[in-house]
């Protein structure tokens, strides 16, 4: 009985560990450790369990998948300090200006590339309520309405490639970051879509939330606007097209293709003449400090786990799940509400690392196709973004925001963009397809697998025994 409770006593642990704010990594150790310890003064575990723990944070080292993450993350940070998020956000303000609620256009669209080329969220929303707020705030758009859509489109940074939760995601669940990046694009886009056929209904129903632009403030107009905007959009789409079309066609793994996106970002810094110390320091420093706070996360929780499944904690988690009623589905909807919920509270880091290896054992025993269910649960944690008390995305557009917005303006003018979200997921939810079509066409075009068979060899060890003990030897 003891035993028994081992596991859900050590869950209530990282629990309270994590309610007395202790930071992630080290509660997750400490809290493995010490029911380790328990164990061993009970007689219920060995103390060569943790012989186990060297083998196992080398591999985390030696993952090259991880490489990834800093290179996206310094591709990102040197992008967004070279000023394309300003020169972007001016063009495309420039080109959706004349109708209504061309600057929200602007801002989504907006963020959609910087998602597709920086993957940094805290990038994004400082970027555009820096540049873009203080424009739409004084041509009248509603605050709320500006705070909401420049939060939202911040977070796309969450879903659309390259996504640094996406390859975190694949890395927990066991699924290739190529087929979950190729998975998904769709629903990416149709989230962009969503976003923006909000905006057309309140620019149609309240004209006054969302006016357009003031003819004095289209400073380009004509050829001269498209060849403007030309020049500033093609540099973000061919490096798009390189690290993302790299990936998806199979010639260069996640790592390497952040690597050509890191090379990318410094090429087009020094081509606009920003690239000098001073950022290449901040990109680093930040990278950095990124870096090694996922890989704490990462050590800290394989500690956890190790305790965690000599306790039989998988089994205890799996038998919860068992007593859902409606089988895959009843699960998928209990996982989904669980970290919904706590994207209130807790970062996604955090739910990635903690909740997810208990679950990933359980959807694989369903069935449940692992890219799949990857891009669901980042749609989902796409939300913990925006909801209080708890959202990154709030803080960041809080810090940046002018004094007229308050915090009050921007918890309400999220509201209906976490319901677009939470739309999306249930399309999402409903139609697997939007996600396994395009990550199984990706595959397709990766290299081929080839089966070997390889003929297994005679035993003849019995026998070799028994011809030397009949002779004698």
């Keep these: 009985m ?37 164990g061993f003064e009970l007689g219920m575990l060995q103390p060569e369990l943790l012989q186990a723990l060297p ?16 290179f996206f993350t310094f591709m990102g940070l040197v992008l967004e300090r070279s000023g394309m998020a300003e020169d972007l956000l001016d063009t495309v303000g420039q080109l959706f200006g004349p109708i209504r609620g061309g600057v929200a256009y602007a801002v989504i669209l907006v963020g959609a590339l910087l998602a597709a080329t920086t993957g940094v969220i805290a990038a994004s929303v400082i970027a555009m309520g820096l540049i873009s707020l203080p424009i739409m705030l004084r041509y009248g758009y509603s605050r709320q309405l500006a705070s909401g859509v420049i939060c939202a489109s911040g977070t796309l ?9 996406l390859i975190v995601l694949a890395d927990v669940l066991g699924a290739s970051v190529g087929d979950v990046y190729a998975g998904a694009v769709l629903p990416g886009l149709m989230l962009v879509v969503l976003l923006m056929g909000y905006i057309l209904i309140v620019s149609i129903v309240k004209p006054s939330a969302a006016p357009a632009l003031p003819p004095e403030e289209r400073t380009l107009r004509g050829w001269a606007l498209y060849r403007h905007a030309l020049l500033v959009m093609v540099p973000p789409l061919t490096l798009i097209f390189l690290v993302l079309g790299s990936m998806f066609m199979g010639i260069a793994t996640p790592s390497e293709g952040g690597a050509m996106g890191a090379v990318g970002a410094l090429v087009l810094a020094l081509a606009k003449r ?3 110390y001073r950022v290449l320091r901040e990109a680093l420093e930040s990278t950095a400090k990124l870096s090694s706070f996922v890989m704490f996360i990462l050590i800290g929780s394989t500690v956890f786990a190790l305790i965690f499944r000599a306790v039989d904690g998988d089994l205890w988690v799996e038998r919860l799940f068992t007593l859902v009623p409606g089988g895959a589905v009843g699960f998928l ?20 690392f903690i909740l997810l290896p208990l679950l990933a054992p359980v959807a694989a025993k ?21 909801t209080p008390p708890f959202g990154f995305a709030l803080f960041y557009l809080r810090s940046v925001a002018p004094r007229e917005i308050r915090t009050a303006d921007i918890y309400k003018g999220i509201i209906p963009f976490v319901g677009i979200q939470l739309l999306a997921l249930l399309i999402v939810i409903a139609w697997p397809a939007l996600v396994t079509g ?10 081929p697998n080839i089966e070997i068979q390889v003929p297994a060899p005679e035993d003849k060890t019995t026998a070799e025994i028994e011809r030397m003990l009949r002779e004698g030897k």
């Excluded at 642990?13 to 493995?32: E, K, Q, S």
């Excluded at 083998?55 to 800093?70: D, F, K, S, T």
């Excluded at 395009?438 to 290299?447: D, L, S």
Aim: charged share 5%.
């Design 274 to 276: 920003r690239l000098d």
């Design 55 to 70: 083998q196992r944070i080398y591999g985390i080292m030696a993952n090259p998948l991880l490489l990834a993450i800093p």
């Design 438 to 447: 395009t990550a199984n066409a990706g595959a397709a075009r990766g290299t």
């Design 366 to 386: 369903m069935g449940i196709d692992p890219v799949w269910f990857a891009v669901m649960i980042g749609m989902n944690m796409q939300t913990s973004f925006l």
């Design 157 to 165: 940074a969450q879903i659309i490639p390259p996504s640094i939760v």
């Design 2 to 38: 003891a035993f028994e409770l081992m596991a859900p006593l050590m869950f209530a642990g990282l629990a309270a560990f994590l309610l007395l704010g202790y930071p992630v990594a080290f509660a997750l150790a400490a809290n493995g450790l010490l029911f380790a310890v328990i």
């Design 333 to 352: 909807i209990v996982v989904n509400l669980l970290i919904f919920v706590l994207g209130f509270f807790i970062d996604f880091f955090e739910i990635a």
